[in-house]
Each structure stands twice: as C-alpha cells, then as structure tokens.
C-alpha cells in the first residue's frame, strides 16, 4: 500500500473508533429515557414511596443523595485540595511525598465495595457513628478524594511558571502567590475535578450499603446521625429485592438518578468554559 | 562609597552538576547602570538571579561565595527574602504581566508588601508608571488588561511595577529582546533618567546597546568575570584578548 492510502485507512480506523464511543452512551440514555419517562410526574418527584414502594415517589432518596453529596463534598474539597497544593507547589523529593503518591494511587484502586466494609469498620463501629449521614459522607469523601486531588494538582500545575516566579520576584511570598497567583487561575481546574469526583459519589452504591442507606425510610433525615434513603441503593432495592415492582418506577428512578449525576457533570463543563473564556492569558 | 551590590567568589551549580558561575567576583557601585554582557550561556542571567534570591526557586542548585547588597549577605539565615526582593527590582526577558489589569499589575506588589493605604498606592502607581515613561499613554485605561498592550509597553509597565515598590536596585534581564527599535530606544531612554536614583544592573541584548547604555560592564564568559570596568574603558581600550575579541564580534 502507498503510504497515502495508509494514512486514509489509519484515519478512517481512527474515526471509526471515536464515532463508536458515542453509541454505547447515546443508547443508554435513549434506553433509560424511553422506559422510564412515563413514571417522571410531580407525585413520583415530591412524594415518598408507599404501599411498599410500588406506588408514590422518590422523593427522601433524591434529598438523601443530595444530601449525601454536599456531605461528602465538606469531607472531601478542603482534604483534596489541601493534598493537592502541598504535592502541586511544595512536595520535595522526599519520604513524606511518596507516602502520599502512594496512598492516593491505592486509594484509586480500591473498589467501592472495599470502601463501604471500611467505613462499616472505621466510621459506623469504630467510631461509633452508627449508620448514619455522617459515615456515608466520611466514606464516601474518602472514596472521592483520589480523583479530586489529581484533577486539582493539575489544574494548579497547568499554572505557568513564569506568573510564580514574576509574583516572588515582586516580593510576594510562597503563599502569597499561591494564594493570589495560583490558586485563581486553577479554580475551572479545581471546580471540574470536585464536580466530577461529586458526581461519582452521588452515583455509587456499595460504599453507602452499610454506612448510611436505608432500605425504606419515607421520613426525611433531622441530624447527620440518622440514615437516608439515597437513589442508587433505592434502585438497587426495587430492581431486586422489591417482588412485584412496576417496571416504569424502575426506569424512573434510573432516569432521575441519570438527569442528577449528569447535570452535575454539566455544571461542571459550563463552569470551566465561562472561566477559561473569561483569561486572557 | 559602599557598593550596593557585591559578588564574592561565587561559585553556583546546578541541580544536574553544571557549574554555571565560577569564582565570580564583582562590585556594584551606587546608581551605575551595570551591564553583564557576553556569549549565551555565560552565567549572566544565573548571576541576576542570585542577587535577589529568585535562585531559591531552582531545586538541588547549590551556591558557594557571599552575595552582599548593602554589605550584607543575602543567603545568610534569617534574610527577609520578600523584603530583598523588594528593594531589588527585576524585569525579565518576556515581559511578563501578570493576569489582571494594569492597576492590578502596578498594585501587586505593593498589596503583597501589606501596604493598605489606597491613596499611597495611588501615589505610588502614578510615580512609577511616569518614571517608565508610560503614564501618558495608560492613564486613562489604567482597567484594561495588560495582555492589551503592546510589546514595548508591557515591558515599560514591568519596570513601572518594579519601582513602585521603591527599589534600591533594578534588574533588568535582556529587557528589550523582543521589542522593536523604537521601543528599545524608549526603554533605553528611561534606563538614562533611573540612573539617576537607582542603580541598575542589566544583562544587554546586544554588544552595542551594552555599550549604548552602560556606564561600567562586565564581560562573562563560561561562568567566570573575565573583565571589569567603566565603559570606555571595556568597549574602548579592553586588556584581555577575549572581550576585544568579543566586542569587536571575533566571536559570539
């Protein structure tokens, strides 16, 4: 083959492959929009679930997980982003920064289910916290942070240089520029990497299976010690545990869990753009 | 008199083991406008970078000798590094603003100085961007971003933002490498009116603007001072055979 035939047919594998990727994901949507679109009333949004789920809404397990994520986003931004400016701007080449990398690339790996057997032993026994809001969050805050800490080191990175240097040469200090020279032009960054690392949490099932969720709970939590029902594990229980389920309220659920995580996501995508337009560097 | 700047038998290395300044030896005298010229990669910028400690921001780089401004030693402990870098001014190569407006360029450093006073800084502001001789043409856009003005005058505001910290010393680093004649003559010709107050230590963009603006020169070569002296001297009648080969453009 000539070479110029070579570079179409690579370019035309290429494309084919990136065209794929969007398929699995625009059929899902379809797929959970069409099935579920028809449960989607105020009643199934407003109201809690009766007759043993079968019947009413959704409405304590879509606060639970909103309250579930702004929880594990107090336990998780002030940790993530603290980690990652001290390995962005002031890790040596030394012991304690290699503990860090360390742990947070295990903290990655680590499947989710391991999390919630963790935050059963540490947060709900250990510490006695019981079942409750605040071990979902812990647990779901340190399941979160690898993600976090690794967008928001390269947001600051992707600082240049030549701003740090320019600041301290104008007497600033280290943490003066951080603070004022830094850390502005990494918030999109930063923002993009919570919104992101929030939306998986939000989205998870096993770490808050026996740290938090409940199984049946139409009352509404009234401290950060009491359980909540959260979407995912209420998807988890009608789907499987609940004989008898409609299948449109299965669907539906699904569908407000797809609309909540994606939105997050879609948040984070406009914020980043309207922050970047803004630079004009 | 005391000579505001003093190097003394310096000796820096690199993190990789390139020694990029050797036993370098140097006295800077009160409002000179002090030129360190020579080949690339002869250690004039390593050097710049020493006097106000902006070296610290280079990992695993070793110095040995004293570095003194005003007789005393800069790297010694319990050195207030901002403060150093206050009264020792630097521009760079690229100008360099800083994201923001040009108010917020000018008021930077002074904020960071904790200087709260917005009518001293006003003051300030309105000083210095007349001593760089680029007040008349900012004065009524003082909220545009930097990155809108040109080359030249982005380089003026840099050394406008360096004094209105009120510096003793001004470095300037290759200030005019991308600038056009007519820029480089204006920054040239302000360089003139701060010798009056400053003293000013500036690596040139070329042998002949080294002469053009100099009053004393140092000629480096691969990490060492081969020659010091006042300008007529180093550009007129130099005595070692390597900087009248260099300023004659032998080589270089």
């Given at each position: 083959?000539?070479?110029?035939?070579?570079?179409?047919?690579?370019?035309?594998?290429?494309?084919?492959?990136?065209?794929?990727?969007?398929?699995?994901?625009?059929?899902?949507?379809?797929?959970?929009?069409?099935?579920?679109?028809?449960?989607?009333?105020?009643?199934?949004?407003?109201?809690?679930?009766?007759?043993?789920?079968?019947?009413?809404?959704?409405?304590?397990?879509?606060?639970?997980?909103?309250?579930?994520?702004?929880?594990?986003?107090?336990?998780?931004?002030?940790?993530?982003?603290?980690?990652?400016?001290?390995?962005?701007?002031?890790?040596?080449?030394?012991?304690?920064?290699?503990?860090?990398?360390?742990?947070?690339?295990?903290?990655?790996?680590?499947?989710?289910?391991?999390?919630?057997?963790?935050?059963?032993?540490?947060?709900?026994l250990f510490l006695n916290l019981g079942t409750s809001i605040a071990a979902g969050s812990l647990t779901l805050g340190i399941m979160t942070l690898p993600v976090v800490i690794s967008t928001a080191e390269e947001a600051i990175l992707s600082v240049p240089q030549e701003f740090r240097t320019v600041s301290q040469s104008l007497g600033a200090t280290r943490w003066q520029t951080i603070r004022h020279q830094v850390l502005p032009h990494a918030t999109p960054g930063i923002i993009t990497g919570v919104?992101?690392?929030?939306?998986?949490?939000?989205?998870?099932?096993?770490?808050?299976?026996?740290?938090?969720?409940?199984?049946?709970?139409?009352?509404?939590?009234?401290?950060?010690?009491?359980?909540?029902?959260?979407?995912?594990?209420?998807?988890?229980?009608?789907?499987?545990?609940?004989?008898?389920?409609?299948?449109?309220?299965?669907?539906?659920?699904?569908?407000v869990l797809l609309i909540l995580v994606m939105s997050m996501t879609l948040v984070a995508t406009v914020i980043r753009t309207r922050m970047r337009r803004r630079r004009d560097w | 008199m005391q000579p505001a700047l003093q190097a003394e038998h310096v000796y820096y290395t690199y993190s990789d083991g390139a020694e990029a300044l050797k036993d370098v030896s140097l006295d800077i005298a009160p409002r000179q406008i002090f030129v360190l010229f020579g080949p690339a990669r002869s250690g004039k910028?390593?050097?710049?970078?020493?006097?106000?400690?902006?070296?610290?921001?280079?990992?695993?780089?070793?110095?040995?000798?004293?570095?003194?401004?005003?007789?005393?030693?800069?790297?010694?402990?319990?050195?207030?590094?901002?403060?150093?870098?206050?009264?020792?001014?630097?521009?760079?190569?690229?100008?360099?603003?800083?994201?923001?407006?040009?108010?917020?360029?000018?008021?930077?450093?002074?904020?960071?100085?904790?200087?709260?006073?917005?009518?001293?800084?006003?003051?300030?502001?309105?000083?210095?961007?007349?001593?760089?001789?680029?007040?008349?043409?900012?004065?009524?856009?003082?909220?545009?971003?930097?990155?809108?003005?040109?080359?030249?005058?982005?380089?003026?505001?840099?050394?406008?933002?360096?004094?209105?910290?009120?510096?003793?010393?001004?470095?300037?680093?290759?200030?005019?490498?991308?600038?056009?004649?007519?820029?480089?003559?204006?920054?040239?010709?302000?360089?003139?009116?701060?010798?009056?107050?400053?003293?000013?230590?500036?690596?040139?963009?070329?042998?002949?603007?080294?002469?053009?603006?100099?009053?004393?020169?140092?000629?480096?070569?691969?990490?060492?001072?081969?020659?010091?002296?006042?300008?007529?001297?180093?550009?007129?009648?130099?005595?070692?055979?390597?900087?009248?080969?260099?300023?004659?453009?032998?080589?270089?």
């Open positions: 083959m000539k070479p110029q035939q070579t570079q179409k047919l690579a370019v035309a594998i290429i494309t084919a492959s990136a065209a794929l990727v969007v398929i699995p994901i625009v059929l899902v949507i379809l797929f959970i929009v069409a099935k579920g679109i028809g449960a989607i009333s105020w009643t199934f949004l407003a109201d809690a679930p009766r007759s043993g789920m079968t019947q009413g809404g959704i409405m304590p397990a879509i606060l639970g997980t909103i309250i579930l994520t702004l929880g594990t986003a107090i336990v998780c931004i002030p940790l993530a982003i603290g980690a990652a400016i001290y390995l962005a701007e002031y890790a040596g080449d030394n012991r304690l920064t290699r503990w860090v990398r360390l742990a947070i690339v295990n903290l990655a790996g680590i499947p989710s289910i391991v999390y919630g057997l963790f935050g059963l032993g540490a947060f709900v919104i992101l690392g929030l939306s998986r949490a939000a989205g998870e099932t096993a770490p808050i299976l026996f740290t938090v969720a409940a199984f049946y709970l139409p009352e509404l939590p009234k401290s950060l010690s009491d359980q909540t029902m959260a979407l995912p594990y209420h998807l988890y229980v009608i789907a499987t545990q609940v004989p008898g389920m409609p299948l449109q309220i299965q669907y539906g659920t699904a569908l | 910028t390593t050097l710049l970078r020493l006097f106000n400690r902006l070296s610290d921001l280079i990992e695993g780089s070793a110095i040995r000798g004293s570095i003194r401004f005003n007789g005393q030693d800069v790297f010694e402990h319990g050195v207030n590094v901002p403060d150093l870098r206050r009264r020792i001014g630097m521009v760079f190569a690229v100008p360099s603003p800083l994201p923001g407006s040009i108010h917020d360029n000018m008021t930077y450093g002074l904020k960071m100085a904790g200087i709260r006073d917005a009518v001293l800084r006003e003051e300030r502001v309105e000083r210095a961007l007349k001593q760089a001789a680029l007040w008349d043409e900012v004065k009524d856009r003082l909220d545009n971003s930097a990155f809108a003005l040109s080359g030249g005058q982005k380089q003026r505001l840099c050394i406008a933002r360096s004094l209105a910290l009120e510096p003793d010393v001004l470095i300037l680093d290759n200030p005019t490498s991308g600038l056009d004649p007519l820029s480089t003559s204006m920054v040239e010709e302000s360089l003139h009116e701060l010798k009056q107050r400053y003293t000013i230590i500036m690596v040139p963009h070329s042998v002949q603007q080294a002469a053009r603006v100099a009053t004393h020169a140092a000629f480096m070569l691969d990490g060492e001072v081969i020659e010091v002296g006042d300008v007529s001297q180093i550009f007129g009648k130099p005595h070692d055979q390597r900087t009248e080969d260099y300023v004659t453009g032998r080589f270089g």
